[in-house]
């Protein structure tokens, strides 16, 4: 079974600083791990995801995320934040075993303070 | 394209309504996924359609059908549905994982759905 804790429902930053949101996972195979976003009453869009090619990966709009099997987590960063950052973040899981299961955290919640 | 278009954007309905939400994709995915989204929590995995079989039913009540008429094209057909099943409904694709391979879900703008 795989899972993804998200530490912090809700974050707040202000323009310009560092955005860190937090995701560690449990999952017994290799997995395959995704951020993604949802603005308010959209869908969810692909902000990046690991591969298993780089322990460093770089997504859209300037956030990138660290794959650390030591410490099991996929933390997202972005290293000045933009009013337009606001939303929720969504961290998922699955496996390269055939299993087309995502499975997501519960969200985090993005404020951006002018 | 790497569009999913779901139709329609907003539905409200009755509990003793039939509708339908409709979803589609042109970018050759053969999975293709409904998830249901209740206000300030994660998305649900409802169903899943590989090769326009259904392969996974989360347990979902029978007042919700799926149909997966071709690789295209994903419907969700609505029966007295209740109040509590009102959310925003996410109709997803991918490409099929198989084993060393990686591919993720592209989603729609979903349907937001008012049971009165």
């Known amino acids: 079974a795989q899972s993804v804790t998200q530490l912090g429902s809700h974050v707040s930053v202000s323009e310009g600083a560092l955005v860190l949101l937090r995701c560690n996972y449990s999952s017994s195979v290799p997995p395959y791990l995704f951020w993604y976003v949802q603005y308010p009453n959209q869908g969810l869009q692909l902000l990046l995801k690991y591969t298993s090619a780089a322990t460093l990966v770089k997504g859209i709009n300037g956030f990138e995320a660290e794959f650390k099997k030591s410490e099991t987590s996929f933390h997202l960063t972005k290293p000045s934040a933009h009013m337009s950052d606001a939303a929720e973040y969504f961290c998922?899981?699955?496996?390269?075993?055939?299993?087309?299961?995502?499975?997501f955290g519960t969200g985090t919640r993005l404020t951006i303070i002018p | 394209d790497t569009e999913v278009t779901q139709t329609p954007k907003h539905l409200v309905m009755g509990m003793t309504n039939k509708k339908s939400l409709k979803c589609e994709q042109h970018?050759?995915?053969?999975?293709m996924y409904w998830y249901k989204q209740k206000a300030k929590k994660p998305p649900e995995l409802m169903f899943v359609?590989?090769?326009?079989?259904?392969?996974i039913n989360e347990s979902v009540p029978s007042r919700f059908s799926p149909e997966c008429p071709n690789s295209s094209l994903l419907n969700l057909h609505l029966h007295a549905l209740q109040p509590e099943d009102s959310a925003l409904y996410l109709c997803?694709?991918?490409?099929?994982?198989?084993?060393?391979?990686?591919?993720?879900?592209?989603f729609g703008q979903g349907t937001r759905l008012t049971v009165v």
């Open positions: 998922a899981v699955t496996s390269n075993f055939g299993n087309e299961k995502l499975t």
């Open positions: 970018m050759g995915h053969r999975a």
């Open positions: 359609y590989s090769y326009e079989k259904l392969s």
């Open positions: 997803a694709s991918s490409h099929l994982m198989h084993r060393g391979t990686n591919t993720e879900a592209f």
